[in-house]
């Protein structure tokens, strides 16, 4: 027990005080170093706790910035330089990425491939899908299947394209990576790009680096109990590393194998070796995430970037974002693949856009080639499948200080919705569709 009862976040908001959430920034910051002793964490959280009790008066509600500082102050008290560095250095980000909010910064982003948007916007112009005013007339005018039919054929150019700057790099080639966030359709993509490079004699041999998850107990988890498989170093980076490298000089490795029943993983469980004529072939989300291939030359292997950079304005002329598309498609995927709750989705992602942008979105020009898997006409089907879900969570979270991510995504995505003109049936689109992955009925199995 402690004499603390509620915490001011940073908005102003008083929220319960949870003693737990200290244990796990603490650890989560340990892992980011390399730590998995959750033991230590809880003991340290216990000292920051003392420390603020004799600190601080009874009846006193600190703040988090106090909170935060407290637990600085332990972490170099007690000789955790490393993680007291890590946890430093994610306030000062978070800090950094605020003020830019609050000043309504316009400076151009270094993460964002400027050079391919240009293309997709001008595609979208030409097509009369720019915004969604555009996309409702088109629909309203019985087009959209024909718009199905463009949008399709431009994601399958754009994966042939990859596959020729594959096929002329392969005589040095010994791995394809194909990356991107979360639900950009990495698996569909991987398998037509594997299609499409066997007809040009490549062989393939896929390693799944889910394999390489630590065991659930060691991941870290949130105030809520939900743990983060979002993070890379919720993978076995060191042990990944190690065997890539063997595997692209022709070595046979014993690789591991990871039971999400059970949460836990089974050492040397079989062997895996590549041909002389076979490329390994990943797909994997951090894929362009230094530590997992830091020891194999840049010339041996190629970074395929994926996400649906849609290019489409929306109500009050903003663009309709990336990361809301990806998080309907990841809810509509959950709930057909996994038995996951479209709720229970949006609850994580800010797990899922935390790790994005520290993990994924700083490296993307560091990929051979970018895909855009986003379609025009997913949005109408969206409409259709979502909308009221939206408006009932926009309405259930809005008064939750705990669910403020929830509720500023579920309020943003609603008004989006409901000025698309919806469409129910999904039978136009093909049944190889990157999209079929997240609405269910390909011909893939996933």
Request: aromatic residues 10%; glycine residues 6%.
């Amino acid at each position: 027990m402690t004499k603390f009862t509620k915490v001011i976040k940073r908005n102003g908001a008083t929220v319960d005080f949870n003693p737990g959430r200290i244990a796990n920034v603490i650890y989560r910051a340990a892992v980011a170093v390399g730590g998995r002793d959750k033991q230590k964490a809880e003991k340290l959280a216990k000292y920051v706790i003392k420390y603020m009790e004799e600190k601080y008066p009874d009846g006193y509600t600190p703040h988090v910035e106090e909170v935060q500082d407290a637990i600085e102050k332990i972490l170099i008290e007690h000789g955790h330089a490393k993680v007291a560095k890590e946890f430093i250095l994610y306030r000062e980000e978070r800090i950094r990425k605020r003020d830019e909010e609050e000043k309504h910064s316009f400076k151009p982003s270094e993460n964002i491939p400027w050079s391919k948007i240009w293309h997709i916007l001008g595609w979208a112009v030409s097509h009369d899908v720019h915004t969604v005013a555009a996309l409702n007339g088109r629909i309203k005018k019985g087009e959209f299947v024909d718009l199905v039919k463009v949008s399709e054929a431009a994601y399958h150019e754009d994966i042939t394209f990859a596959a020729d700057l594959i096929v002329e790099r392969a005589k040095n080639l010994k791995m394809v990576l194909i990356t991107g966030p979360s639900s950009s359709g990495k698996t569909t993509t991987t398998i037509k790009l594997e299609g499409i490079l066997k007809k040009s004699g490549l062989k393939f041999k896929a390693l799944n680096i889910d394999n390489y998850f630590f065991d659930l107990e060691m991941h870290p988890k949130d105030e809520f109990g939900d743990y983060d498989f979002e993070t890379p170093q919720a993978l076995d980076l060191e042990l990944i590393n190690e065997q890539l490298k063997q595997i692209i000089d022709g070595k046979e490795v014993m690789i591991p194998f990871y039971d999400f029943k059970t949460g836990t993983r089974r050492l040397n469980n079989s062997s895996f070796k590549i041909a002389g004529n076979e490329i390994l072939l990943i797909d994997s989300l951090h894929g362009l995430y230094p530590k997992m291939t830091a020891g194999i030359p840049d010339e041996r292997k190629f970074r395929l970037y994926l996400e649906p950079l849609l290019q489409m304005k929306g109500p009050d002329d903003e663009y309709i974002r990336w990361t809301d598309l990806r998080l309907i498609r990841r809810m509509l995927r959950d709930s057909v693949y996994r038995a996951y709750n479209p709720q229970q989705t949006l609850e994580h992602w800010h797990y899922v856009r935390r790790s994005e942008m520290r993990n994924i979105f700083p490296y993307i020009n560091t990929a051979d080639y970018i895909i855009n898997s986003g379609m025009p006409y997913e949005v109408p089907l969206y409409a259709a499948k979502l909308l009221k879900s939206f408006e009932e969570w926009e309405k259930n979270y809005k008064d939750n200080p705990l669910r403020q991510d929830a509720y500023l995504r579920s309020a943003r995505l609603y008004k989006v919705l409901k000025s698309v003109e919806p469409v129910a049936n999904d039978s136009p689109v093909p049944k190889d569709s990157v999209l079929r992955e997240f609405i269910g009925g390909s011909i893939y199995e996933y």
